[in-house]
């Protein structure tokens, strides 16, 4: 499976950025989505997860109900569409992906720079 993301940018705090995921390969409807990000001297950490085929989503605390996960399954595409930006979501995001049966995310894309500035 490949991976490529898009959609990273500036804005200011408050404004909102789509990120793209587009995937490549063999897919399975039961593989596992996710994003991820890390900022700048900090670990990277889980933001988002769907499933292909159900939409079954997961999002990390801190997302607060600002980002939204969805997925276009017949062309292989899953988007996060980040609303009411924080500074501290600066990051650079990566698309990822795993098997179900994986405990590990084995697939990754580029990252993706997400600034926000205050």
């Known amino acids: 499976v490949q991976l490529q993301a898009s959609g990273g940018g500036l804005v200011q705090a408050g404004g909102s950025l789509r990120l793209s995921c587009a995937a490549s390969g063999r897919t399975l409807s039961s593989d596992v989505m996710a994003w991820f990000r890390q900022a700048p001297g900090k670990e990277r950490e889980l933001v988002a997860t769907i499933n292909w085929g159900g939409g079954n989503k997961f999002y990390a605390n801190f997302v607060e109900g600002r980002f939204t996960m969805s997925r276009d399954s017949p062309r292989k595409k899953v988007s996060l569409q980040m609303n009411s930006l924080k500074p501290e979501d600066t990051a650079v995001y990566y698309c990822?992906?795993?098997?179900?049966?994986?405990?590990?995310?084995?697939?990754w894309g580029q990252g993706t720079q997400v600034t926000v500035s205050s």
């Open positions: 990822a992906a795993r098997r179900t049966i994986a405990t590990t995310y084995g697939f």
